[in-house]
């Protein structure tokens, strides 16, 4: 069902277990504080509807540059919504509540990233380029994926869980392997001195947590899955 914070708290439905996938991706800073203040409110509403287990969607963001960094490497976001998914996960830790909480660091989401509206434009696609010729380096999962791990997470429940959790397909993706799956070309600028070449994370929690579960890391096959997405829709 859809559910707005305007909306009384008595139209939710009883489960046992609730992902929190809302919050705020870019905007002026209250914008982006409200990231915190949807904790409390995830809160109320797990404990309204008596979920045991409440799962606060973070992000890879939170690490800063890195490569195959796990859930306990040093977090150095570089920029505001880094920074703002960080305080809300310090909201997180900081809280006493009877629902057992965790956090999930989503790595980049097919079709719901900073190279999608490029993809969606057509024509050439514009990426930075390192002194080894190659672009960007970023953990990805398609969003067919996403649902599918997000859904055995929530069968879990008698599992013991984690506090924070990688989730991303196993293997980092060029983006320019996105770019040219997608049937578009690529045009290289040099990269700045601002500009990350990688940030990937170690899933090695996930399929310790799933060992059977099976997702791609394949760029074409993460473009033909946000094609059947997008035909669908």
């Given at each position: 069902?859809?559910?707005?914070?305007?909306?009384s708290l008595d139209r939710l439905p009883a489960c046992d277990?609730?992902?929190?996938?809302?919050?705020?991706?870019?905007?002026?800073?209250?914008?982006?504080?409200?990231?915190?203040?949807?904790?409390?409110?995830?809160?109320?509403?797990?404990?309204?509807?008596?979920?045991?287990?409440?799962?606060?969607?973070?992000?890879?963001?939170?690490?800063?540059?890195?490569?195959?960094?796990?859930?306990?490497?040093?977090?150095?976001?570089?920029?505001?919504?880094?920074?703002?998914?960080?305080?809300?996960?310090?909201?997180?830790?900081?809280?006493?509540?009877?629902?057992?909480?965790?956090?999930?660091?989503?790595?980049?989401?097919?079709?719901?990233?900073?190279?999608?509206?490029?993809?969606?434009?057509?024509?050439?696609?514009?990426?930075?380029?390192?002194?080894?010729?190659?672009?960007?380096?970023?953990?990805?999962?398609?969003?067919?994926?996403?649902?599918?791990?997000?859904?055995?997470?929530?069968?879990?429940?008698?599992?013991?869980?984690?506090?924070?959790?990688?989730?991303?397909?196993?293997?980092?993706?060029?983006?320019?392997?996105?770019?040219?799956?997608?049937?578009?070309?690529?045009?290289?600028?040099?990269?700045?001195?601002?500009?990350?070449?990688?940030?990937?994370?170690?899933?090695?929690?996930?399929?310790?947590?799933?060992?059977?579960?099976?997702?791609?890391?394949?760029?074409?096959?993460?473009?033909?899955?946000?094609?059947?997405?997008?035909?669908?829709?």
């Amino acid at each position: 069902m859809r559910w707005t914070p305007d909306d009384s708290l008595d139209r939710l439905p009883a489960c046992d277990m609730m992902i929190a996938l809302w919050g705020k991706t870019a905007g002026t800073s209250d914008d982006l504080a409200m990231n915190t203040a949807l904790v409390d409110l995830s809160r109320r509403v797990a404990r309204h509807c008596g979920a045991r287990r409440l799962f606060h969607v973070s992000t890879a963001a939170v690490y800063g540059p890195g490569a195959k960094l796990t859930e306990d490497a040093p977090l150095r976001p570089i920029g505001p919504y880094g920074e703002a998914k960080l305080n809300m996960e310090r909201a997180v830790t900081a809280g006493d509540s009877a629902v057992s909480e965790h956090v999930l660091r989503l790595a980049n989401v097919v079709g719901a990233d900073s190279l999608a509206p490029a993809l969606a434009k057509g024509g050439e696609v514009t990426l930075d380029q390192f002194a080894d010729g190659r672009g960007p380096i970023r953990s990805y999962i398609g969003a067919t994926d996403l649902l599918g791990v997000l859904k055995r997470i929530s069968d879990t429940e008698t599992k013991p869980m984690p506090r924070v959790l990688n989730i991303a397909a196993p293997g980092p993706v060029a983006m320019e392997d996105l770019v040219l799956a997608a049937g578009r070309q690529v045009l290289w600028r040099p990269a700045p001195d601002s500009a990350i070449k990688e940030v990937s994370l170690d899933v090695g929690c996930l399929q310790a947590l799933l060992p059977d579960h099976r997702f791609t890391s394949d760029a074409g096959e993460m473009i033909a899955d946000l094609n059947r997405l997008e035909i669908h829709r």
